[in-house]
């Protein structure tokens, strides 16, 4: 099995006809559908924004397990 690749994208401007673009557009690409998180305000209940999740499986690649985390601090002897 493969390891999901995620895709994110911003709407500024959220109406049926926005978020119906960005996800024929990406679903056309063979990205899958995975969701929609509105962000309101307490002002009012129209979504302010939206984030559009899609995801896909990885092109085959082998998987590398965890990657280490980046180092923070040289060591001694590349100061």
Do not use: C
Request: charged residues 30%; proline residues 11%.
């Amino acid at each position: 099995m493969r390891p999901l690749e995620y895709k994110f994208v911003e709407l500024s401007i959220v109406t049926d006809e926005t978020i119906e673009e960005v996800v024929n557009l990406w679903v056309g690409k063979g990205w899958l559908f995975e969701g929609i998180r509105f962000v309101t305000s307490d002002a009012s209940r129209r979504p302010q924004m939206a984030f559009v999740s899609f995801t896909r499986e990885s092109p085959d690649v082998e998987p590398s397990g965890p990657r280490p985390p980046p180092r923070l601090v040289k060591p001694d002897d590349e100061r």
